[in-house]
């Protein structure tokens, strides 16, 4: 995978059947009525029982209206998916405008991944890997590459301005 800076945004490009499928599992992570997802998603988050039960009447509803709006938008822009010139592999356009969208549901998504694979700390250590069973490491590699996309957008990774337009990488 390879991401420059467009005018429009984000591009992602030399994304494998792979990678486009875990950016397509995504909003279906996000959205997930796995109590393991909604517990990490949605965690408790005060110690007086009252005062727990007021967060989940008021707050809870806000936040999955959000994760909501989140999983549409990531939706959308993956319609916008397009085969690199050339090649199997495909490039996204994440738009300015979404990048704040996408880095939440990426997030999301990270911690839905880690909660359906029963994963701990360890298992994302230097060594972790190693030890961690084949849908784990699975998971593993899914969790490190939406990592990167994170990174890429929080500026963590130096990427090429390259002036150009999404219309300038991919095919007609």
Not at 104 to 130: I, K
Not at 153 to 166: I, K, Q, R
């Amino acid at each position: 995978m390879w991401a420059a800076r467009v005018n429009e945004g984000f591009l992602f490009g030399d994304l494998t059947p792979a990678a486009v499928e875990t950016l397509k599992g995504v909003p279906m992570l996000i959205e997930s009525s796995d109590t393991r997802v909604r517990d990490r998603l949605l965690p408790e988050t005060c110690e007086v029982e009252e005062d727990e039960e007021h967060w989940r009447q008021h707050a809870v509803p806000e936040l999955e209206r959000l994760f909501m709006s989140r999983a549409q938008l990531v939706r959308r822009d993956l319609d916008g998916l397009r085969k690199m010139p050339d090649d199997t592999n495909s490039v996204l356009l994440v738009p300015d405008e979404h990048v704040n969208a996408w880095l939440a549901a990426l997030n999301a998504a990270r911690l839905a991944l880690y909660a359906l694979n029963d994963m701990t700390a360890e298992h994302l250590d230097v060594d972790g890997f190693a030890t961690a069973l084949p849908k784990q490491q699975e998971a593993i590699m899914r969790i490190e590459m939406m990592g990167e996309m994170q990174a890429v957008m929080l500026g963590d990774y130096e990427v090429e301005d390259e002036g150009g337009s999404f219309e300038d990488f991919v095919m007609d």
